[in-house]
């Protein structure tokens, strides 16, 4: 079992930078894929960027790639999603994730992780 709480979330002007953090309960967070993704209102829940479990290997979302970077600190429990150049289009609430895997893998899909955080409101303005 693995809980997970999100923060760094707010209002920002296009054009500026924000930093996510996501804490993790337990003794074995170094044994989970993590996962950003978001959610904007009326929109499907949707990939944003993944990170094995070593942190050796990451992949974005092509709306994102180039401005937002992915981290993980496992001695820490944490995973941190860093967002320069926000874009009005970036607005949206923004999960953690974790998915219980075996190997150094990254993942993309909404069904492939087990936990999920309450999420966090990021509002970018034009």
């Known amino acids: 079992q693995v809980q997970l709480v999100e923060s760094g979330g707010g209002l920002v002007q296009a054009g500026g930078s924000l930093r996510l953090s996501c804490a993790a309960s337990?003794?074995?967070?170094?044994?989970?894929?993590m996962g950003w993704f978001r959610q904007a209102p009326g929109k499907e829940r949707e990939f944003v960027a993944t990170i094995s479990r070593s942190g050796g290997s990451t992949y974005y979302a092509d709306s994102v790639k180039g401005r937002f970077t992915i981290s993980r600190d496992n001695a820490k429990n944490t995973v941190s999603l860093q967002m320069n150049s926000l874009k009005p289009e970036d607005t949206a609430v923004y999960y953690c994730?974790?998915?219980?895997?075996?190997?150094?893998?990254?993942?993309?899909?909404?069904?492939?992780?087990?936990?999920w955080g309450q999420g966090t409101q990021v509002t970018v303005s034009s």
């Open positions: 994730a974790a998915a219980l895997t075996a190997a150094q893998t990254v993942a993309t899909r909404v069904n492939a992780y087990d936990y």
């Open positions: 337990g003794r074995t967070f170094s044994r989970y894929t």
